[in-house]
């Protein structure tokens, strides 16, 4: 199991470049204009398709920041290449939209982690993300697995061979300001936040004899909140402030909890919940006046970027739920981190993986990897979340995942109708 040391930024000033790598930055783009590598990258990647095995990609979007530096390319590129010499192969593009994409082989995820979120911290500690990645999380780095990714890598290049957006900016509400989050911070201290709390089910494809509803995910819909509270700023856009508000939000939604949870009686459930608050005097108190039929029945639901940016808080957390007879999910997972965790290692009860269309067009090789590392996990049971057509949950049956959650499993809920007879009458079964 590779150990992950990412620490979150303690304030803006905290991550800096040295003056040397500051130096060499600014020289080489002031030597001349950097050149684009995008026919290079395609060329590269066509002749090599039998050979991604083993390749991975990191993707830096630069073209989503805010306030874009002429010399940001370079900035990347130097601080890149502290993984060449531990590298078994790394080759670095500059991309016309001005992002940078690295191939390499040879390297442990913790390092490259690492790695990425130096980078990501040098540029926003200065600047904003102007919305999500073409990934759809709020992250200026990708990770990923060539030959899992190898499709949407070659369409997003052509797409800007052919002059599409091919993942550039689009025009967005500006990134909420530290004076408008004190104000819905207050704000949310007297608001009813019931209207926005909704619960989904996650059932069970398992054979009859086990519970078909494994538990339901408690949630706050953050884009409905935004739009009551903050309509004319965009809550995301700036990560620091969008995991304080998230923080703030769990203190929230654990104190309408602590009123009751008699509309949940007899059911198992999950909450989302950031490592910094199970540690909170608020959890303390949410511990203290959860209903004894509830105990043993709660999932706390952590994100993988929250897990690895505090691994030694997750590993805390992990003692005092096995003490207190909670569950861990870990949440937001693709089929690349699923073959890079090792999920019983990390003493996870679940695994949510976000379904993707592009899973159905992985390559067979790595297909099989990903499907032997489910079927060695004897604990941690695994989620096929965000399933939003019965061939998701097609997929999920033939990989050997139990448990299915999104708008394809609540549609067929509404109809009356089990998922499991759902997806074998689509199986032919």
């Not at 940078?100 to 040098?122: A, D, F, M």
């Not at 965009?234 to 939000?249: C, E, P």
């Not at 009751?260 to 108190?285: A, D, E, H, P, Y």
């Amino acid at each position: 199991m590779s150990t992950f040391r990412g620490k979150p930024p303690a304030g803006r000033d905290r991550v800096r470049l040295s003056t040397m790598e500051k130096q060499q930055a600014v020289a080489a783009a002031q030597d001349k204009r950097p050149e684009f590598d995008n026919d290079k990258l395609l060329n590269l990647l066509r002749s090599a398709k039998s050979e991604l095995q083993g390749m991975r990609l990191i993707h830096m979007h630069l073209s989503l920041l805010k306030d874009k530096d002429p010399s940001s390319q370079m900035v990347v590129r130097t601080i890149i290449q502290e993984l060449g010499t531990k590298a078994s192969y790394l080759q670095s593009f500059n991309i016309s939209n001005g992002d940078v994409i690295v191939l390499y082989k040879g390297l442990k995820l913790s390092g490259v982690t690492e790695v990425c979120q130096k980078v990501e911290q040098v540029f926003l500690s200065k600047t904003t993300l102007t919305g999500p990645n073409p990934y759809k999380e709020y992250s200026l780095y990708s990770i990923m697995e060539l030959a899992l990714n190898f499709i949407n890598v070659i369409r997003f290049m052509e797409e800007l061979q052919v002059g599409e957006s091919g993942g550039g900016t689009v025009e967005t509400k500006p990134p909420i300001t530290l004076e408008e989050m004190g104000k819905l911070e207050r704000s949310m201290q007297m608001f009813d936040l019931s209207p926005f709390l909704f619960n989904q089910a996650i059932a069970n494809l398992a054979p009859t004899g086990e519970d078909e509803m494994e538990y339901f995910e408690l949630y706050i819909s953050i884009k409905l909140l935004q739009e009551r509270l903050r309509p004319d700023f965009d809550l995301t856009a700036n990560k620091w402030l969008f995991n304080y508000f998230t923080a703030n939000l769990d203190q929230s939604v654990l104190k309408a909890l602590n009123h009751g949870l008699s509309f949940m009686r007899g059911r198992r459930i999950g909450i989302n919940i950031n490592l910094s608050t199970v540690i909170s005097t608020g959890f303390v108190k949410f511990d203290e006046r959860l209903p004894i039929d509830f105990r043993g029945n709660v999932v706390l639901e952590v994100t993988k970027g929250d897990l690895i940016e505090n691994l030694q808080l997750f590993q805390e957390v992990v003692d005092f739920a096995q003490d207190r007879q909670y569950k861990i999910a870990v949440d937001g997972l693709n089929p690349f981190w699923v073959t890079n965790f090792d999920l019983e290692y990390l003493n996870a009860d679940y695994a949510k993986i976000f379904w993707s269309n592009e899973m159905l067009e992985m390559d067979p090789a790595f297909e099989k990897y990903f499907f032997d590392r489910i079927a060695e996990q004897d604990r941690c049971r695994f989620v096929l979340a965000r399933c939003d057509s019965v061939a998701s949950l097609v997929y999920a049956h033939k990989a050997g995942i139990k448990l299915v959650q999104g708008r394809a499993v609540d549609n067929i809920l509404r109809k009356g109708v089990s998922v499991r007879d759902a997806v074998n009458t689509a199986k032919g079964i």
